[in-house]
């Protein structure tokens, strides 16, 4: 049974840091593509960032340079350090784990709100 547990979401003032944590069950961690998304009320979701199984890092263009994402094979978990928060950084944020073009499961979603 896979399980994708998000943690760290919370409110935060504008230009604060939140460190979310998705820890993962039931997959080979250090073979899935790892990734984080947001949904706004009224909006469609949208990536956030992303992480390969090699590494390799793919960034949302209205979070770059603000938020980092980092995998922790050993612990089964993938991180999203995000600062310098703004008010429109506010939503849901779900974890992803995917391999290849087949399988894709989420996380049930973490509330990060930002206050101006």
């Known amino acids: 049974q896979v399980q994708l547990v998000e943690s760290g979401g919370g409110l935060v003032q504008a230009g604060g840091s939140l460190r979310l944590s998705c820890a993962a069950s039931?997959?080979?961690?250090?073979?899935?593509?790892m990734g984080w998304y947001r949904q706004a009320p009224g909006k469609q979701r949208e990536l956030v960032a992303a992480?390969?199984?090699?590494?390799?890092?793919n960034y949302g263009d209205s979070v770059k340079g603000r938020f980092t994402i980092s995998r922790d094979n050993a612990k089964n978990t993938v991180y999203l350090q995000m600062n310098s928060l703004k008010p429109e950084d506010t939503a849901v944020y779900y974890c992803?784990?995917?391999?290849?073009?087949?399988?894709?499961?989420w996380g049930q979603g973490t509330q990060v709100t930002v206050s101006s």
């Open positions: 992803n784990a995917k391999w290849g073009t087949v399988i894709n499961y």
């Open positions: 039931g997959i080979i961690f250090s073979s899935y593509d």
């Open positions: 992480i390969t199984s090699r590494g390799s890092q």
